[in-house]
Structure formats: C-alpha cells, structure tokens
C-alpha cells in the first residue's frame, strides 16, 4: 500500500495562498491522488483528484511532479472558513488493485 | 445532492454486544465503504463493497463483518463490541470507475462508544 505522509498543522493568515505537501514514495503506477477536506462533526468532502502535472477546479489547484513521489494541493487566497483537516489518498479501485490509503491529515488553522 | 445516511450520530454500547451501524446512500452508487477515524491515525478502510452481496477487507478487518444485501445499503457488523473499537465510524459510497475510490460522498459518521 502506498503510505502517505503529510505535516501534521499548518498556519495561515486570510488571504494567503497555502500549498499542503503529501509525500507518497511507494505509489503505484496506476495510482489517483485524492484530497479531502474535513470540518469538525461531518464526513470528509472531495476537493480534487488528478494523476500526474497539474489539475485546477473552483477551489483548489493539485501539482503533481513527473515522479508522483508527492503532491501538493494549492489553495488560494484562504478565508477563515478553510479552517478544516485536509487529507490526502492514494490508490485506486479497479480490478486487481483495491487499495485506498489515506494519510493522517494537516490540520489548517486560518486567522484573520 | 448525492445524500449518505448513517442510522446513528452517537452510539453506546457495552463490552461484548453485537452492533450494528447502517449506512444508506441514494445515488444508485456502485461502491460503499466503511472507515474508521482516530486522533492522530486518520480514516482507516475497514472494509468496502463494490456490489451487492460483494465485499472485501480493508486494512482493518479485524473484530468486524459487514453485510450488503441491497444496493443502497451497507452494514457495519461489530460481533463482540471491545473498547478498542470505540471510534468515530464512517461511511461512504463512490461510483464505478472507481479511480482511487472515485469522488467518495461521506455520511456525518457514528460515534461509537464501547464501556
């Protein structure tokens, strides 16, 4: 299975862009990067998913280097409302190859 | 809006029952899945079902079962409840194809308490 390692807090201030690294050395070939985002008290909900470069949505970007040994999920000019625990997973369901890892989350702390 | 429901927010139950926590999802999803979720460990995959009457085992199996006899639902079966178990318990539910679990639609989770 591929570990996932992310730092465990981060800080910010509103209005800053923050970039959240995950580190997965062991990812598999066919291997999504997935990140999640947690509020206290509910489930966690998908932000973005990609491969491998550079995938963009409403909400976040996801960089993905040529080697998929890491990612980094990019938010822009953070509000306190982005205060939450982000998870990021790695894996895949297809045939031969159910295995989903999530890693243990970076809590964000936004301040105004 | 893809809707997952769990039967309970707060569970309390004693050492040695055997729990059941349900899950329901209203999309038609192919995938259902059940976590656990503990300070400092993250979501851990205790077992998952991509179609009915299927299932396998995630990184945590041990001490629970889990049953799918329609599409829509999902079942976490704690045979003898320990207090290890007490955690906060989450299901979720995807659709085929399923990369990387697909776009995984969360309920509020059931937070279970052994004594």
């Known amino acids: 299975l591929a570990k996932t390692t992310q730092p465990i807090s981060m800080d910010s201030y509103e209005g800053q862009e923050v970039n959240i690294t995950c580190s997965h050395n062991n990812i598999a070939t066919n291997d999504y990067i997935t990140w999640y985002q947690q509020f206290p008290s509910q489930g966690p909900r998908f932000i973005i998913q990609?491969?491998?470069t550079k995938v963009t949505n409403e909400v976040a970007s996801l960089f993905i280097p040529a080697d998929r040994k890491s990612s980094t999920l990019s938010l822009p000019r953070v509000s306190l409302s982005d205060t939450a625990v982000y998870y990021c997973l790695v894996g895949r369901m297809d045939t031969g190859r159910r295995a989903l890892t999530f890693g243990s989350g970076t809590r964000l702390q936004v301040q105004p | 809006d893809v809707k997952v429901t769990q039967s309970s927010r707060y569970l309390v139950k004693r050492t040695g029952e055997k729990v059941f926590l349900e899950c329901v999802q209203d999309?038609?999803?192919?995938?259902m899945f059940w976590y656990r979720q503990d300070p400092g460990l993250g979501l851990r995959l205790i077992y998952f079902?991509?179609?009915?009457?299927?299932?396998e085992k995630g990184d945590i199996p041990e001490g629970y079962s889990v049953s799918r006899e329609k599409k829509e639902r999902f079942s976490l079966i704690l045979e003898s409840a320990s207090t290890n178990q007490t955690s906060m318990y989450l299901c979720a539910s995807s659709t085929i194809p399923g990369l990387a679990g697909g776009e995984q639609y969360f309920g509020p989770g059931t937070r279970l308490t052994v004594t």
């Open positions: 079902s991509y179609d009915v009457k299927m299932k």
């Open positions: 999309m038609d999803h192919e995938n």
């Open positions: 990609g491969y491998k």
